[in-house]
Structures are given as structure tokens and as C-alpha cells.
């Protein structure tokens, strides 16, 4: 009877852990620009966390493989009503596994020096569901070994397919070349500048975007960390997130917009000719 508390309270937790991280995807995409409700300060920020360069793998976001580790924690909850031991093992190698990733986002937040509440709440379930698997096997039977081989290589082949699919789908290159060299030296000549952040994934794609040509952006570096820092400049034009591009003149704000932009938007800002983006 116990255990079945157990199993449903790990059920009960993976959704948690589920609904959370579809949030922390959304937030990683959107983060830069809307912002979270869990964004209290400088320190306790899910989006500075949640849009920094740890907040990635091989242009992968962290919280979507977090969505697909609870995927399937739920699942090796709900077999685990028909083959206990092999099971509760599954599911404690499982949290093993996520306790390893666990300490990976702390040391980045360590890095970053910022909390992100939410993810605070994801470890805390990866914890307790660790503490919940070791009781469970330490008071259940071993699996035969045939038998846990066997539902081994049937659940590897879903587990391998599923979290190599973002990694393929987020890695093809479907744009085509451009060269953005006349139209980043018409940005620059409009003075509209980026305040960014070397440890800013957004302001990493920005720069993908650009590629060579945006060696002709005025980039403001605003982490104290990062390379020429003008943190006191960023502080006094209140940038509250990375990347954010401001039209200045005279040092003067004239308008900004936050977030990761695309050529259209930068060109409404900057009121440059999109002409002048060119096919490789």
C-alpha cells in the first residue's frame, strides 16, 4: 500500500516536473523580451538563467529535455505498477541521471551568480523522486537480469530516438546565406547599438545571425565578467535584460526594443533598407 502512495506520488510529481519545464521552454524563447513572473530581481530571475549560454545544449534548450525526462519518469511510473522491480530500478537510474544534469544547472547558476526559481522546484523534485526510487528498490526484489535487459533495450530505443529528434531538428541549417555586412554598417551609422552579454544565448544567435558582418554593430558589453564591460553605461540606461537594442543620440535614448531581434524589426527601428541585406 505504501508503495503505491509512493508510485502515485512520483506520478503526480513528473507532471509537475512536465507542466514546469514546457513553461521554462516558452520562457527561453520568450524570456528575453516578456520576461517570467519568476523574474524578482537581479539574483532570482528564471529568464536570466533560463536565456544565458547554460541554458543550451547544441542549440537545444535545456528545459526541453527536462519536459522529456519527466515524459518519461511518468511512464516508468505508470509500468511500474506491472513490473515493480525492474521498474523502480528504471526509475532510480533515471533520477540518477537527473541528479547528474541537477548539478550541472547549479554550477551554472553559480557562474551566473542568478536563481532560477523554477528550476529550483524542478531539482527539488529530482531529489525527492531519487530519495522516493532508492527506498523503493532497497525494499523490493532485485529483477532478473533477463528481464530487466529485455525491458532495457525496448525502452532505450524510445529514449534515443526521442531526445536525439531535437538535437537533428534544431541543428538543420534551412536559411540561406546572406551577407549583412552594408545593412549592420547602416545600423551602426544610425547609431542603434546592442547591449549585450557574453554569457547571453540570445545575444549569441544575434550574432549568428549577422555572422561576420557583425563586426560593424556597436556591441555594448554590460556583464562585469565579460570583455571592455561598460556595466556603469548599462546600469545608467536601465538594461534589464540582454540583448537589448537602443537608438541613441547624442547618448540619449531615442527608443529600444528588447529581445532578440529579427532584420525586420531592426530595420523598422533603424528605418535602414532590408535591400541592402544580400544573397550569398
Known sequence: MKKNILVKT???LSLIGFIVSLYLVKNHYEGSQQGSFCDFNAVASCSIVNTSIYSELF??????????????????????SKKP?????????WSVLGFIFVLYMITAEFLLRAICPLCTILHV?????????FYLIKNTKKPSKKEFEKELKKNLVFIVILFLLPFILLNIKLKESRDYTDFAKCLTEKNLLMYGSFKCASCAKQRELFGSAFNYIVEIECHPQGKNPQTER????????????MLEKDGEEISRYVGFASPEKLAQISDCDLNLIKNG
Open 125 to 133: 523534485i529530482i531529489f525527492l523522486v531519487l530519495g522516493i526510487s
Open 85 to 93: 522491480e525492474t521498474y523502480y530500478n528504471f526509475i532510480f537510474i
Open 234 to 245: 548599462c546600469l545608467r540606461m536601465n538594461i534589464e535584460r540582454t540583448p537589448t537594442w
Open 10 to 12: 512520483i506520478l503526480v
Open 59 to 80: 542549440n537545444v534548450p535545456v528545459a526541453l529535455l527536462g519536459a522529456l525526462w519527466f515524459l518519461f519518469l511518468f511512464v516508468f511510473a505508470l509500468k511500474s
